[in-house]
């Protein structure tokens, strides 16, 4: 009889959690530790493409998911200054048949919500919260040791470091220095559709293009909320590793600038709609060069997933669906019984590095696009008005 093997997890955010379920489904003992004293995601919204819904199907969340996510019926992309529409890309029924699973938007806390909720019906996943990792070590022989803050020492046969842009477990693995600072900062807010006048409300995912700037606006809560992010250049807070921070909206209103009527009036409606205590929270963009080689995802046994292993700038929406592609792939490594616990995390960092700096590196190619200006971004809105759907649409992405 095969003995449980045992995987610890420092962070207890969406990747975190996937990652919990999917190593507990494939037979895994799992022990996760989360700082924070209480689970609480906050946050933004979250796209989730057809590569990601077909997998949180696949682990069952099908019915939980059903009343909260929203399934907006098209992707439009405008001209942020003149407004004209640039091309279209149709979701809804479309996407299901062309991927065989649908596109969804989603409030980050839900998905978070929904997870959570997952995990803690499994016995075999246990969460420590308040429990911050402070270091670890892999001696290469039969275990890896966690210590946490609080002097506790935990034994497993695995660490994922799933602990975010800012990770620990990163930091002592690779010693590769702090993220990168890009120069670009997001405004987020969350409406109340029903609190937006009746021209300004949505079912559909927009996104605003202008020079030096762009704004996405998708509904979530199953329609009944919209969520608007602003991204625009600008200097950065002092303490540029927290993304949930405090923001001025006058300084939003002079980065945007001329842009054009129905969007300034979506901007303005802001404070009257919004469900948050404060109209605007600022979260800024942090990233790494995309990944260059397996060994920086895993090394003997210890790993790293998400944010952790691949944080990246939101131009393809898929930062939190990479984390959730790591989570099924890890869990598939894992389950492997012929190889020891190593090769099986170098069967998963094998696997998921190539596809993550390729989406790493396609989002910060987006991100010049979406925010360019002059003979650039005259190129960009004739080409999407001539080939809108074939640009917008991604098979190599959401088929995986």
């Known amino acids: 009889m095969s003995i449980t093997q045992q995987l610890l997890i420092a962070g207890g955010g969406i990747g975190g959690l996937a990652a919990a379920l999917a190593v507990s489904r ?15 995601e906050v946050g933004a919204g979250i796209q989730l493409g057809p590569n990601v819904t077909r997998i949180l199907y696949g682990w069952g969340l099908e019915p939980e998911l059903a009343g909260v996510v929203a399934f907006p019926d098209r992707l439009q992309v405008r001209n942020a200054v003149s407004g004209a529409e640039l091309g279209v890309l149709p979701l809804g029924p479309q996407a299901l048949e062309r991927y065989g699973a649908p596109y969804a938007t989603i409030h980050r806390a ?18 420590n919260l308040d429990r911050c990792l402070a270091s670890f070590h892999d001696d290469g022989q039969a275990a890896v040791t966690l210590t946490t803050t609080a002097g506790s020492i935990i034994e497993g046969d695995a660490l994922l470091g799933a602990d975010g842009v800012g990770s620990r477990v990163r930091r002592q693995l690779l010693d590769d220095g702090p993220p990168r600072v890009t120069g670009h900062l997001a405004y987020r807010t969350m409406l109340r559709q029903s609190a937006l006048p009746a021209a300004l409300r949505s079912q559909q995912v927009t996104a605003w293009l202008g020079p030096r700037l762009h704004v996405v606006q998708y509904p979530v809560r199953g329609g009944e909320w919209m969520n608007v992010v602003a991204v625009v250049c600008g200097e950065p807070p002092a303490d540029p590793l927290g993304w949930d921070h405090g923001a001025n909206a006058a300084d939003l209103r002079r980065a945007t600038g001329a842009v054009c009527a129905p969007l300034r009036e979506l901007l303005d409606a802001v404070p009257q709609a919004t469900v948050n205590d404060d109209p605007w929270r600022l979260w800024p963009l942090l990233d790494r060069p995309p990944v260059a080689a397996a060994g920086e995802m895993a090394r003997g046994r210890v790993a790293l997933l998400g944010d952790a292993a691949h944080p990246m700038r939101p131009y393809l929406a898929q930062g939190a669906c990479m984390a959730l592609e790591d989570a099924a792939t890890l869990a598939s490594a894992l389950s492997m019984d012929v ?13 998921r590095w190539q596809r993550v700096a390729r989406v790493q590196a396609r989002s910060i190619r987006n991100g010049d696009i979406f925010h360019a200006s002059g003979l650039l971004r005259a190129g960009r809105d004739a080409g999407l008005r001539l080939l809108g759907q074939r640009l917008l649409d991604l098979p190599w992405l959401y088929n995986a």
């Open 26 to 40: 494939a037979g895994w003992e799992v022990r996760l530790f989360e700082r924070a004293p209480e689970f609480g």
């Open 110 to 127: 839900d998905l978070h919500h929904v997870l959570c909720a997952a995990v803690m019906d499994r016995a075999d996943v246990h969460l």
């Open 339 to 351: 190889a020891d616990v190593p090769t099986r995390l170098q069967r998963y960092a094998q696997t």
